[in-house]
T-cell receptor, first 114, second 112 residues
Framework: GAGVSQSPSNKVTEKGKDVELRCDPISGHTALYWYRQSLGQGLEFLIY????????KSGLPSDRFSAERTGGSVSTLTIQRTQQEDSAVYLC????????????FGEGSRLTVL | RKEVEQDPGPFNVPEGATVAFNCTYSNSASQSFFWYRQDCRKEPKLLMS???SGNEDGRFTAQLNRASQYISLLIRDSKLSDSATYLC?????????????FGTGTRLLVSP
């Protein structure tokens, strides 16, 4: 497809389990972002990849969270030993140009930790 | 001080009303500004970009006040379909790629 694709769209897991969320950005987009949005809250920045530069991990809430971007394209956000407070919608966005500011978002992965 | 601050609202207005809300930013190096619209349980989508003092697109007008470091979004003749959350994000343009931090958003409810 032409847009940002995220999977799974919904994930229910038990506390303590690991989860992987996938993001397929728009082809050719250099920058990729992960944000988290809890119910009724704003977008919380998690991590940002741009080209071959080291990712900006300053938003990751704990060392249970990690992300990779392989080959400058697909990205995986991994949450280890999930906690109930990790429940949220995880949004991925890609960006074509540095000065456009326009982010194209995927529909998100809704994570529920029981 | 937060990088980006917005009044969460909700702003409740009747159809046809004019409504405006502000977004304040702390980084004086911010050059470009973007308003995103987010419908309930949907992803944000770009509504408007502002690269100079302001921008107008139909019923929507964005105005930048650099001295006071805020940007406003004005919506004229509100429609029911304008009900959404409006997110602001500043950018230090011309410095290459950078982390984009969103405000918490302002919720608008337009009623019949």
């Amino acid at each position: 497809g032409a847009g940002v694709s995220q999977s799974p769209s919904n994930k229910v897991t038990e506390k303590g389990k690991d989860v992987e969320l996938r993001c397929d950005p728009i082809s050719g987009h250099t920058a990729l972002y992960w944000y988290r949005q809890s119910l009724g809250q704003g977008l919380e920045f998690l991590i940002y990849f741009q080209g071959n530069s080291a990712p900006d991990k300053s938003g990751l809430p704990s060392d249970r969270f990690s992300a990779e971007r392989t080959g400058g394209s697909v990205s995986t956000l991994t949450i280890q030993r999930t906690q109930q407070e990790d429940s949220a919608v995880y949004l991925c966005a890609s960006q074509a140009g540095a000065n456009t500011g326009e982010l194209f978002f995927g529909e998100g992965s809704r994570l529920t930790v029981l | 001080r937060k990088e980006v601050e917005q009044d969460p609202g909700p702003f409740n207005v009747p159809e046809g009303a004019t409504v405006a809300f502000n977004c304040t930013y702390s980084n004086s190096a911010s050059q470009s500004f973007f308003w995103y619209r987010q419908d309930c349980r949907k992803e944000p989508k770009l509504l408007m970009s502002v690269y100079s003092s302001g921008n107008e697109d139909g019923r929507f007008t964005a105005q930048l006040n650099r001295a006071s470091q805020y940007i406003s979004l004005l919506i004229r003749d509100s429609k029911l379909s304008d009900s959404a959350t409006y997110l602001c994000v500043p950018s230090r343009a011309n410095t290459g790629f950078q982390k984009l931090v969103f405000g918490t958003g302002t919720r608008l409810l337009v009623s019949p």
